[in-house]
């Protein structure tokens, strides 16, 4: 990556476009966003699904947990170049430390005012949490974003897993995301216990689930049910947390390139690759990007491509929607061809077992 003191590449790196893009963007948006801080009450909620004022990070403080490798750390260096000061939190000092100094390098403007840093935690641990959040307070930091991304899917046939196999899907996949936000909380009624809930600051929490925790299936028994807890958990949240001034969002990404993703293609199952067909990973940098977007947007259930969408609509229930009418009408679409397609997934699991 490239940093202040370095001469300019001929041919522009990854690193350099998506800093043109975003510094890009903001100048011409500018005028946009201002218009769209003057919308009228009445308006706003129309107005979200087009406007990009709904997530407003300049000036903000984000703690991103499993932000030592990717999903994470392509989180932060885009709220990074928004001027957004980031907290990377993970179990690996090193890595951490790794990407904390390469994200303060990247290109900025002299108006830059945000600072990337790190704290070591073992998220799973409900103590850690709390000395997690001790230890960002007496760094001076008060979060304005939480989010929790950490992830690790072992795919493997239920009779393959291992108890390890089975503690590191709830460890990393569910505790981390309900150890942090709970310790959070707990930590900022205790600061503001002078204060009436609706006049605490704007906070948004920001949880990852996945397009398995909508639509499970084989495979993925160490890993789908985790993510549908932290789905079930972004609901109650969304009740619990809004008196206090909390946004909460939830994410349920596709296929994805990361260190993670790699790691998953050794141990999937024939039959998982099967039913999950040709479906392309997108990059980190893209699947951080349209994340980020659709915050921007107003989106609080979000998708990373057309297949989670599909599926997102056959589970609306009290989920928040996009474009709710269509979502209605495809949900309806496939809870009539549903039956066919659970009947032709057993049958390929059938023929799979001998």
Same mark, same amino acid.
């Given at each position: 990556?490239?940093?202040?003191?370095?001469?300019?590449?001929?041919?522009?790196?990854?690193?350099?476009?998506?800093?043109?893009?975003?510094?890009?963007?903001?100048?011409?948006?500018?005028?946009?966003?201002?218009?769209?801080?003057?919308?009228?009450?009445?308006?706003?909620?129309?107005?979200?699904?087009?406007?990009? &004022?709904?997530?407003?990070? +300049?000036?903000?403080?984000?703690?991103?947990?499993? #932000? @030592?490798? /990717?999903?994470?750390? !392509? *989180?932060?260096?885009?709220?990074?170049?928004?001027?957004?000061?980031?907290?990377?939190?993970?179990?690996?000092?090193?890595?951490?430390?790794?990407?904390?100094?390469?994200?303060?390098?990247?290109?900025?403007? &002299?108006?830059?005012?945000? +600072?990337?840093?790190?704290?070591?935690?073992?998220? #799973? @641990?409900? /103590?850690?949490?709390? !000395? *997690?959040?001790?230890?960002?307070?007496?760094?001076?930091?008060?979060?304005?974003?939480?989010?929790?991304?950490?992830?690790?899917?072992?795919?493997?046939?239920?009779?393959?897993?291992?108890?390890?196999?089975?503690?590191?899907?709830?460890?990393?996949?569910?505790?981390?995301?309900?150890?942090?936000?709970?310790? /959070?909380?707990?930590?900022?009624?205790?600061?503001?216990?002078?204060?009436?809930?609706?006049?605490?600051?704007?906070?948004?929490?920001?949880?990852?689930?996945?397009?398995?925790?909508?639509?499970?299936?084989?495979?993925?028994?160490?890993?789908?049910?985790?993510?549908?807890?932290?789905?079930?958990?972004?609901?109650?949240?969304?009740?619990?947390?809004?008196?206090?001034?909390?946004?909460?969002?939830?994410?349920?990404?596709?296929?994805?390139?990361?260190?993670?993703?790699?790691?998953?293609?050794?141990?999937?199952?024939?039959?998982?690759?099967?039913?999950?067909?040709?479906?392309?990973?997108?990059?980190?940098?893209?699947?951080?990007?349209?994340?980020?977007?659709?915050?921007?947007?107003?989106?609080?259930?979000?998708?990373?491509?057309?297949?989670?969408?599909?599926?997102?609509?056959?589970?609306?229930?009290?989920?928040?929607?996009?474009?709710?009418?269509?979502?209605?009408?495809?949900?309806?679409?496939?809870?009539?061809?549903?039956?066919?397609?659970?009947?032709?997934?057993?049958?390929?699991?059938?023929?799979?077992?001998?």
């Amino acid at each position: 990556m490239q940093s202040k003191g370095m001469p300019r590449a001929s041919v522009p790196t990854s690193t350099q476009i998506l800093q043109f893009k975003y510094h890009n963007r903001n100048r011409h948006n500018l005028h946009n966003q201002n218009l769209n801080h003057k919308a009228s009450a009445d308006s706003s909620k129309f107005a979200m699904w087009f406007s990009k &004022s709904n997530f407003e990070v +300049k000036g903000k403080t984000a703690i991103i947990v499993g #932000a @030592s490798q /990717g999903l994470g750390v !392509e *989180l932060a260096k885009q709220l990074y170049l928004q001027n957004c000061t980031v907290i990377l939190v993970a179990r690996t000092t090193k890595k951490l430390e790794f990407h904390a100094d390469q994200i303060s390098q990247l290109t900025v403007p &002299s108006t830059h005012t945000a +600072k990337a840093t790190y704290f070591t935690c073992d998220a #799973a @641990s409900y /103590g850690n949490c709390e !000395e *997690l959040w001790k230890n960002v307070a007496a760094g001076g930091y008060e979060p304005d974003i939480i989010m929790c991304c950490a992830g690790s899917s072992v795919p493997k046939l239920f009779a393959d897993l291992t108890a390890a196999d089975l503690q590191l899907g709830m460890d990393v996949n569910y505790k981390t995301a309900i150890n942090v936000v709970h310790a /959070g909380f707990k930590h900022m009624m205790a600061v503001n216990h002078q204060i009436r809930p609706q006049e605490w600051t704007k906070r948004n929490v920001v949880l990852f689930s996945s397009v398995v925790g909508l639509f499970p299936f084989i495979g993925y028994a160490q890993y789908g049910p985790m993510k549908s807890a932290v789905d079930s958990l972004s609901l109650i949240l969304r009740q619990e947390l809004k008196p206090y001034n909390f946004r909460v969002s939830c994410v349920y990404p596709g296929n994805f390139l990361s260190e993670g993703y790699e790691e998953e293609q050794k141990t999937k199952p024939a039959i998982t690759r099967e039913i999950e067909g040709s479906s392309p990973a997108i990059s980190g940098e893209e699947c951080a990007s349209i994340v980020l977007d659709q915050l921007q947007k107003g989106y609080d259930s979000i998708t990373t491509d057309f297949i989670g969408w599909v599926l997102s609509c056959s589970v609306l229930g009290t989920r928040p929607r996009q474009w709710g009418l269509i979502q209605v009408v495809v949900g309806l679409i496939f809870s009539i061809i549903e039956p066919i397609v659970s009947w032709t997934i057993q049958r390929d699991i059938s023929k799979s077992v001998k």
